[in-house]
């Protein structure tokens, strides 16, 4: 089933290789599986479209995070809590200030 997902949202990319939603859905489809490398490249290529991408900026602070690598955390969460402020996105900037606080 996920195999059928991540094949149709490849040739939804094939079509339309900006399309942040399927690059997203994509990485989402990855972090699943487990598959943390694609899906980090795939969450910064989301950044890259929309460097205001607030979700791409969250799942990367959560896998980063959980694997650890605290540098990157911070580089991404602060970034996100910026963008949540200017975003006014006060449930977001909550719980990035609370995985901040579990994390570091």
């Known amino acids: 089933m996920m ?6 949202l490849h040739s939804f990319l094939e079509q339309n290789p900006n399309d942040e939603f399927s690059i997203y859905a994509l ?3 990855y972090k699943k599986l487990n598959q943390i490398d694609e899906s980090i490249r795939m969450f ?3 950044i890259q479209i929309n460097n205001s991408n607030l979700a791409s900026y969250y799942q990367l602070c ?3 995070a959980s694997n650890n690598q605290i540098d990157l955390f911070k580089h991404y969460v602060e970034k996100a ?3 949540a402020t200017e975003q006014n996105d006060i449930k977001t900037l909550n719980e990035l200030i609370s995985l901040e606080d579990e994390t570091i």
Do not use: D, V
């Open 3 to 8: 195999t059928n997902r991540i094949n149709r």
């Open 27 to 29: 990485a989402l489809e």
């Open 44 to 46: 910064t290529q989301c």
């Open 62 to 64: 959560e896998i980063y």
């Open 81 to 83: 809590k910026n963008i």
